[in-house]
Structure formats: structure tokens, C-alpha cells
């Protein structure tokens, strides 16, 4: 199946700092899609972004499919930022649209 | 707009019980998912579904099943809990191939 690489592994930022977080798969994709879980465990949502670019407020997001990559950029971090960031891909082989999770960037925000 | 619903949020089983995980979707989506997360680790898939009356395996099927005779309706079984099954456990639901799946909060389980 396809693998999923998540770097870095943990993070810590001061507050109102920027990062990019990287995402790598092994095969081409027909789903990719980003999450926050939060201190209380919840998966929130954040970009379904199989290919090209969108953005959302401080966060934006870039897949470049063709070279199996995808980036997360938090601008202007904050405290309400800190959590796990998943990225999550769904390949051609197997149907069922199933998901491969990522180990998972932790993130800190500190004052 | 309720999304993805998961029953119980919290359990705890003593090893050689079972239950049943409840999931219900109410955005008509044909696909839906059982995974379950360990501590300090992503996400992986037990079982799926690609429509009523089908389903397949993931990547741990071992101590579960499934069944899924309404859209909407997608339970995870337990049979004879074991410690190994102490988790935290997300239904998830999608449309169809290549499109954005939702989660539920999640049902956090230990087995004592």
C-alpha cells in the first residue's frame, strides 16, 4: 500500500511564527487531505487538496502530485494552533477511497 | 448539520466483554470507515464499506466485525475485548472515490 512520511515530527514555535509542514507519499493519489486533531482529540478537517493549492486564513496548503508532496503552511502561529497535523492519502489500488494516515507533526505553540 | 455521530464518547470493558460501536452519517454518503488510533500514532483502517450490504477489511480486521444494512448506519463489533484493543476509535464517511471524508468526535476505549 502507499506509504505516508510526515516531517518534521515535532515542532515547537513562538508565537506569531511561521512553518511549513511536509507531507510524502510513495504512489499517485486521488485523495489527499490534511487535519488538526486537538487537544481533545478531534479531527477537524482542514484541506481535502489532492493536487494545487488553497488557503484558509493563516493556513495554506500545496500539493505537488506529479512529485508526491504535500506542504501545510502555518502563518503567524498561535497558541490555538498547537496540536497533532495529519496528513492522510487515498490511492487508485483497492478502491473503497480507503485513507493512509501519517505518523503526524506534533505541534507547540508557546507564548 | 450533525455530520458523522458516534456512540458511546467513552467506555470501559473488562477483557472477555463486548459491545458494539454505533456510527450514523447523515449526509447520504455511500462509503464509510472504522479506524482505529495508539498513542502517539496515525490513524489505521479496520474495516469499510462501499454501500449497504458491503464490506471489506482494512488493515487490523483481527477482533472486530461489521455490518452495514442501512446507508446511514455503519456499527463496529467487538467480540471478547482484549488490553491490545485499548484505543481510540473514529467512523468516517465519504461520498464516493476521491472526495473529502468527514470524522466523528471519536470513542475513546479501554480494556482493563
Known amino acids: 500500500g502507499i506509504q505516508v512520511e510526515q516531517s518534521p515530527p515535532d515542532l515547537i514555535l513562538q508565537e506569531g511564527a511561521n512553518s511549513t509542514l511536509r507531507c510524502n507519499f510513495s504512489?499517485?493519489?486521488?485523495?489527499l487531505q490534511w487535519f488538526h486533531q486537538n487537544p481533545w482529540g478531534q479531527l477537524i478537517n482542514l484541506f481535502y487538496i489532492p493536487s494545487g493549492t488553497k488557503q484558509n486564513g493563516r493556513l495554506s496548503a500545496t500539493t505537488v502530485a506529479t512529485e508526491r508532496y504535500s506542504l501545510l503552511y502555518i502563518s503567524s502561529s498561535q497558541t490555538t494552533d498547537s496540536g497533532v497535523y495529519f496528513c492522510?492519502?487515498?490511492?487508485?489500488?483497492?478502491?473503497?477511497?480507503?485513507?493512509?494516515f501519517g505518523t503526524g507533526t506534533q505541534l507547540k505553540v508557546e507564548l | 448539520n450533525a455530520g458523522v455521530t458516534q456512540t458511546p464518547k467513552f467506555r470501559i470493558l473488562k477483557i472477555g466483554q463486548s459491545m458494539t460501536l454505533q456510527c450514523t452519517q447523515d449526509?447520504?454518503?455511500?462509503?464509510m470507515y472504522w479506524y482505529r488510533q495508539d498513542p502517539g500514532m496515525g490513524l489505521k483502517l479496520i474495516y469499510y464499506?462501499?454501500?449497504?450490504?458491503?464490506?471489506d477489511k482494512g488493515e487490523v480486521p483481527n477482533g472486530y466485525n461489521v455490518s452495514r444494512s442501512t446507508t446511514e448506519d455503519f456499527p463496529l463489533r467487538l467480540e471478547l475485548a482484549a488490553p491490545s484493543q485499548t484505543s481510540v476509535y473514529f467512523c468516517?464517511?465519504?461520498?464516493?472515490?476521491?472526495?473529502?471524508?468527514?470524522f466523528g468526535q471519536g470513542t475513546r476505549l479501554t480494556v482493563v
Open positions: 504512489d499517485s493519489v486521488n485523495n
Open positions: 464499506s462501499v454501500g449497504a450490504g458491503i464490506t
Open positions: 468516517a464517511s465519504s461520498n464516493r472515490v476521491g472526495t473529502e471524508a468527514f
Open positions: 492522510a492519502v487515498g490511492g487508485w489500488a483497492g478502491g473503497g477511497n480507503k485513507l493512509t
Open positions: 449526509m447520504n454518503h455511500n462509503y
